[in-house]
């Protein structure tokens, strides 16, 4: 008999090796489903991502490419008769994304926006003759030329405090606003203006659709657009109708609507969170009545939040078409993070609770269903399985549709995740895992505890190539939700604020210690620590609080509250609702949350990465740090990521990508 072919690692060059699934659109018919098909560009030195658009036929199984692997297509959405797909897609001659219409069999696209600044969203009419979308507008250009003309555009004068967003860039002089065009492609008709954006301050996938009848649109925007605190934390629900152009308010919600769909009855389903408990709330199902715009909840039945809180970094963002309606108007499919794994739910409109449509063993990275709801796909990944299609059908299991990971997977050597849940010091239960190499090398081996962002996020069911190289590396890899993490209810994510490096501090050193004492083999003297976002503020933090970590990486993240507040696209809000005061009531509280005052007791080895671009932790927090410890005499290093922001991990360009985790795996390496 032959030998089985000896399996190999992965490493960071296999960022150039995987196919990054998303975006599943299932036929009205239910017989076929469009997806987006992703990959690295094989001429590395154009260091970009390749997309195509790809068909497959449920019932043969039957798949074939309907578009080319242009430079960037997203977002496909089938015709309601399904003859065609409405796409956003950047080709040569485009500067920015525009509107693509492609025929249901494939063929050429064809292009019906031509705007200057872009396109974000589309959605079809009813009826199919129409597409409202949102493109992006300059201000400047609506004020019927009152006063005198600049000399230089580019010159920014800014007067609100959130003036950019991370990934977007500056919009201090752009806005999105909505616009209506004709199916076959025309010009398009400006529907909404004004110094606001359709969505409100985050730009949500789904903050806009048509009326059953195709008479009205219904939008989200902030009603207090120029009030700077209002709007970052108020969204409300607007009725515009199509004949007479007029938009009226409809909601006096108390906090932000996320996402609003129709429902068959006349009534609307929204997404929103209240912020009762600032951001560590649960995102919630609300009816909103459409005369009134009267608002209640739906109960659910359970205390988890809405959405996908799940870490990953080989899955592409995907459209999110949340809430899905029943056409009777009794049902409704929406994502919930639960534990550690995103799952899709069933809910009862009339009665409440919920049904859960998939397993705790997986994640649900994206997700789209037939207008009937009898068919439904999935972007489904687990700690060992890389992002792949499944498809469900009423009274049958769900089957696996694509394998384009398969080969690679075959490859290499992936390891289990080993549940270490533990009892903390304060009787809460702490769920925790760990990737596990096999064998006790001498001295026992070494191991890297792992901290997520958010911190409303959470590790679990879902794939970790970071994890894997490590763990290939022959370094175990710890990873836990501790407290602040999603899907363990709202006290649970609300128990950091206004407490960070407490009691999230004291899990992950429980959590540490907990696996030391499992019996894997690990050694208490080759430990070391990292983490991104949060997890980075957390890496800082622990390593000026304790020298038991040999080596340590802070990825993305934050060393000084204070400039953060004013430098950080989220920071004048996010940061006090975290801390509990504003920099100018409560300074020592900002100074003694800060791991910049305790950078005089770090000992530890630290490896900062960031990207030069990120405007959620900006390069000055890495940049701050790297000088105190430099000037310490302290061993630190800085890799700076020109032209990435604070995506880099997940969807950075692909060289910048290999070379975080080269960066990564080589600390770790020599110095454990």
């Known amino acids: ?77 089938w015709s309601p008769n399904g003859d065609r797909l409405l796409l956003l897609s950047r080709r040569l001659g485009d500067d920015q994304k525009q509107l693509y219409v492609l ?65 977007l860039g500056s919009w201090a002089h752009r806005r999105f606003h909505l616009h209506l065009v004709r199916a076959s492609g025309g010009r398009p008709k400006q529907l909404t203006r004004g110094e606001w954006s359709v969505g409100g301050a985050f730009l949500p996938s789904s903050s806009f659709c048509f009326s059953n009848d195709g008479r009205l649109l219904y939008y989200l925007a902030s009603p207090d657009p120029l009030d700077d605190w209002a709007a970052v934390r108020r969204v409300d629900l607007f009725e515009l109708d199509l004949e007479t152009e007029q938009s009226r308010r409809l909601t006096r919600f108390p906090g932000m609507l996320l996402a609003v769909r129709p429902i068959p009855t006349g009534d609307l389903l929204a997404i929103g969170n209240d912020l009762k408990l600032g951001t560590a709330s649960n995102n919630r199902l609300w009816r909103v009545r459409a005369r009134s715009g009267r608002t209640g909840p739906v109960d659910l039945g359970v205390d988890l939040s809405l959405g996908d809180g799940i870490n990953s970094d080989v899955r592409f963002a995907s459209r999110d078409h949340d809430p899905w309606i029943s056409p009777e108007g009794n049902r409704a499919r929406v994502r919930i993070t639960e534990r550690g794994a995103v799952r899709l739910a069933e809910v009862d409109l009339k009665r409440g609770g919920l049904t859960w449509l998939s397993p705790d063993t997986s994640s649900t990275l994206a997700w789209h269903a037939a207008p009937d709801g009898s068919t439904w796909a999935e972007v489904r990944s687990s700690v060992s399985e890389l992002p792949e299609l499944w498809i469900s059908r009423a009274g049958a299991p769900a089957k696996r549709v694509t394998g384009h990971n398969d080969r690679l997977l075959a490859s290499r050597r992936v390891f289990l995740a080993k549940p270490l849940q533990f009892k903390a010091s304060d009787g809460a239960r702490v769920d925790g895992w760990g990737l596990i ?111 038991r970590f040999r080596a340590a990486v802070s990825q993305r993240g934050i060393s000084n509250w204070a400039s953060m507040y004013g430098t950080s696209d989220i920071g004048y809000f996010f940061t006090p609702d975290h801390l509990g005061e504003e920099p100018w009531v409560d300074p020592g509280q900002y100074a003694e949350k800060s791991p910049l005052t305790y950078a005089a007791q770090v000992h530890t080895p630290l490896l900062l990465t960031h990207g030069e671009q990120d405007l959620r932790c900006p390069i000055e927090q890495a940049e701050q740090f790297f000088v105190y410890l430099k000037r310490l005499g302290r061993t630190v290093r800085l890799a700076r990521f020109p032209d990435e922001n604070h995506e880099l991990s997940r969807s950075g360009s692909p060289n910048r990508r290999m070379e975080r985790l080269r960066l990564i795996l080589e600390w770790f390496k020599e110095r454990l």
């Open 437 to 547: 190499p096999s064998g006790r090398p001498k001295g026992g081996r070494p191991a890297v505890l792992a901290i997520h962002g958010g911190p409303k996020t959470a590790y679990g069911a879902s794939f970790l190539l970071e994890f894997q190289i490590l763990a290939g590396a022959g370094i175990a890899v710890l990873y836990s939700n501790p407290r602040g993490s999603d899907g363990y209810g709202e006290e649970w994510a609300h128990a950091v604020h206004g407490h960070y490096g407490e009691r999230d501090y004291l899990d992950l050193m429980e959590f540490a210690d907990r696996a030391l004492r499992a019996g894997l083999g690990l050694s208490r003297r080759r430990l070391g620590v990292s983490g991104g976002s949060y997890g980075g503020f957390m890496t800082n933090w622990i390593v000026g609080h304790t020298d």
């Open 103 to 167: 025929p249901a069999d494939g063929g050429e696209a064809r292009r019906i926006t031509q705007l200057k600044g872009g396109v974000r969203l589309g959605e079809w009419s009813p009826d199919g003759r129409h597409i409202a979308f949102l493109g992006a507008v300059d201000p400047r250009d609506e004020g019927g030329g009152n006063g005198p003309a600049p000399f230089s555009k580019d010159v920014q004068v800014l007067d609100s405090a959130h003036w950019r967003l991370n990934g």
């Open 1 to 77: 008999m032959p030998a089985k072919p000896r399996k190999s690692a992965f490493t960071p060059g296999d960022i150039a090796r995987l196919q990054f699934v998303s975006d599943p659109m299932v036929h009205p018919s239910g017989d076929r489903l469009a997806y987006v098909l992703r990959s690295a560009d094989k001429q590395t030195a154009e260091n970009r991502y390749r997309a195509e658009i790809r068909l497959i036929e449920l019932d043969s199984g039957r798949e074939r490419v309907l578009s080319g692997n242009e430079m960037d297509s997203e977002g496909p959405l």
